[in-house]
């Protein structure tokens, strides 16, 4: 049996889709491969507005994904959110992402925090079929879905660092193949600096912050015979968050990450032995670990330091407040065309109140023809204190 619909596309290219159909063909397409692509979307609404920006803003519910560190400096105690977001909607009507996330303070100084999240993404329903012509004998409905849990500590007044424990899993729910659902392992190292400094006569906030996020196993769908890696990706950012005046701030933000995943071979075989050397290098790249794969994917690019440099993705975000209450939001991603041509500007929305904050976002592409065009980001979030007082 094979599958008709969509599941190659959804499974394999899943974030490079927007652009791979026009670079497909060219010599100098090289994207970085890894399974579980879906790990890789922006799960909130604040960041998904932003630009896909969100390792330095201040601390939010959705914090889990983008900085664990920023739970230590939440000013509430707790908190939990949920956001949804339809996926390639002009491709496919039943490709979603839902995130459930929360933290909750700890320690006599407020200064260390748990944090959670679950990440359900599913592919929509696949039918199987022996051929175009014929009914449907069969329809799967695959997912990828991850649960993990954090730890963040304030080490001074200025910096708080976390780690994060991940368990993966992407189950394409085919019961009549050999393919099996794959597992995998994984954890985050984070820090992040909140640092008040003196713009003229007005004291603002500045922040960094980093990520490394999925360091784990690689993941088999096969049993063990090919092994794929995860998206382990290397986040910096910094922020700058001004006061306006009593009542209004403007915050601005730069974030950069990159892959930690090493260049998949590229088949350039014109003889038998540089074919055969083709299937040597593919078989290490099969059989490396994951550490070795992190230290290798700053050197292996086919093009050299120029496309090691292409690797870079960039994101500029911005946010208004006014009382801190009403927010606006507008950013833009940028990804190299030969690394999958992912470039959009976003814009968005927010309304917080003192139990609840309720957030939108919506993807302007700035490439012809790009299936992420007009995708929504929804998120609501609930702050527990807030629930707290208002019983009171």
Do not use: H
């Amino acid at each position: 049996m094979t599958k008709i619909v969509k599941i190659n596309m959804l499974i394999s290219c899943i974030l490079i889709v927007s652009q791979a159909s026009v670079w497909a063909q060219k010599e100098d397409f090289y994207p970085i491969n890894t399974a579980v692509a879906s790990l890789s979307i922006a799960p909130d609404a604040r960041g998904g507005a932003m630009g896909d920006n969100g390792v330095a803003t201040g601390s939010d519910i959705a914090s889990q994904y983008w900085n664990p560190a920023k739970y230590a400096f939440n000013y509430s105690n707790a908190g939990i959110g949920l956001s949804y977001t339809p996926w390639l909607r002009k491709l496919v009507n039943d490709v979603a992402l839902a995130y459930l996330s929360g933290f909750y303070k700890i320690g006599q100084n407020d200064n260390q925090a748990i944090g959670a999240s679950l990440r359900y993404f599913t592919l929509g329903e696949i039918a199987m079929r022996a051929n175009a012509y014929e009914p449907p004998s069969n329809y799967l409905n695959p997912y990828e879905m991850a649960l993990d849990v954090s730890y963040s500590r304030k080490l001074s007044e200025s910096y708080s660092m976390a780690v994060a424990l991940r368990y993966i899993r992407s189950d394409m729910n085919d019961r009549e193949s050999e393919m099996t659902a794959g597992n995998s392992y994984a954890a985050d190292v984070a820090g992040y600096l909140e640092k008040y400094v003196i713009l003229g006569n007005t004291e603002s906030l500045w922040t960094f912050g980093f990520n490394i996020s999925n360091i784990g196993t690689k993941i088999s769908y096969d049993g063990g015979t090919t092994n794929q890696f995860i998206p382990t990706v290397l986040r910096l950012g910094t922020g700058l968050l001004y006061p306006l005046d009593d009542y209004n701030r403007l915050g601005v933000f730069f974030d950069i990450s990159k892959y930690l995943v090493p260049s998949y071979p590229v088949n350039n075989a014109a003889t038998q032995e540089e074919e055969e050397e083709y299937r040597k290098r593919i078989k290490e790249y099969n059989d490396m670990p994951f550490m070795t794969g992190i230290f290798k994917s700053f050197y292996d690019a086919p093009g050299g330091f120029k496309e090691e440099l292409n690797e870079i993705n960039f994101s500029l975000g911005a946010e208004y407040s006014y009382n801190d209450q009403f927010f606006v939001r507008g950013g833009y991603y940028y990804e190299n065309p030969s690394k999958g041509n992912r470039q959009y500007f976003s814009v968005g929305a927010g309304f917080r109140m003192s139990v609840f904050q309720l957030d939108a976002a919506y993807l302007i592409s700035t490439i012809p023809s790009n299936p992420l065009d007009q995708t929504l980001r929804f998120s609501l979030s609930f702050d527990m204190d807030g629930i707290k007082n208002l019983f009171r």
